[in-house]
């Protein structure tokens, strides 16, 4: 409970590999929170999701209901086509919304001062925004991961995609929310991409490489795959429990 006795109440939006994550850090009280709303497209996920846990969830049929539940924040772990469908709504509610489908915001008309876009698979996005106020001259990712997360069958190292991260967050939508998050940090600056498939690779390896008016960074990120989607970093999810926290805290303090 908020020191008003409002309780802390969160929507989950998704119940695949990021929302059962989030929903087990819920459960071990990582995130406070008193109750879980819960909304897949595919209500046997969030069946199942509801089952696998032990404290109060309420699964509901559509995002309208959900929203009439009145929670504090959302959070999206579903597919850049809900960010779509859904963004302005939530938004409108006067509902904080984390977006992990970060690829649907580069080209999104919505208020923007309720979104929050957390770190994701990678890190470093506070360097970078600094930077990028000082001026950036150029932002490469290269992206490498196993052909089964790339769903191709590669037996050798290949490079499958060299482009800019706009067109790389359209082709690959499942993959390439790295490369948006990246974009929408940088912006208006373009960021090269490269995806490597790699059969030597058995983690999702994201290299950022920067130069800046002052000087020059190197970040490089090797993830452990979720086993239940591949195409999904572990760390990905713990970026959202993270910024959950966060807003749950000022949400408290707002309250005060
Ligand atoms: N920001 C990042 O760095 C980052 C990293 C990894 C994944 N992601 C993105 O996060 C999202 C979730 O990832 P995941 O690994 O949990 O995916 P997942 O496929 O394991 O689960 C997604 C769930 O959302 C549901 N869903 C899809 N579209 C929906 C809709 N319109 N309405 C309601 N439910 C819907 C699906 O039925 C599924 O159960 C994906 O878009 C993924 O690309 C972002």
């Not at 009439?68 to 850049?80: D, W, Y």
């Not at 957390?118 to 506070?126: E, F, K, R, V």
């Not at 490469?140 to 191709?152: F, G, V, Y």
């Not at 974009?183 to 058995?202: F, N, S």
């Amino acid at each position: 409970m908020t020191s008003d006795g409002e309780a802390k109440k969160i929507g989950l939006i998704g119940c695949g590999a990021i929302g059962t994550v989030l929903a087990e850090a819920i459960e071990r009280k990582i995130v406070e929170c008193d109750e879980l709303v819960i909304y897949d497209s595919d209500a046997s996920k969030a069946e199942k999701l509801k089952g696998s846990l032990d404290f109060p969830v309420t699964m509901v049929g559509s995002v309208e209901e959900l929203l009439e539940s009145k929670p504090k924040v959302v959070v999206e772990a579903a597919s850049q086509q809900a960010v779509k469908e859904y963004a302005s709504k939530i938004v409108a509610e006067g509902i904080e919304l984390i977006v992990m489908s970060t690829g649907a915001l580069l080209d999104l008309d919505v208020d923007f001062s309720k979104v929050h876009v957390p770190s994701g698979a990678i890190g470093g996005l506070d360097a970078l925004s600094s930077a990028a106020n000082a001026g950036i001259d150029e932002v490469t990712l290269t992206s490498r991961k196993n052909p089964k997360a790339l769903e191709t069958a590669d037996k050798e190292e290949k490079v499958i995609y060299e482009g800019y991260a706009q067109e790389a967050a359209r082709l690959f939508p499942r993959e390439m929310n790295v490369a948006a998050t990246l974009a929408l940090t940088v912006k208006p600056v373009k960021v090269r991409v490269r995806v490597i498939a790699d059969p030597a690779v058995t983690r999702n390896t994201h290299e950022i490489a920067v130069k800046w008016r002052f000087g020059e960074m190197f970040l490089r990120f090797a993830n452990e795959p979720h086993p239940e989607n591949p195409r999904t970093s572990a760390l990905a999810a713990w970026s959202a429990i993270k910024l959950l926290q966060s807003l749950l805290r000022e949400a408290c303090y707002k309250n005060q």
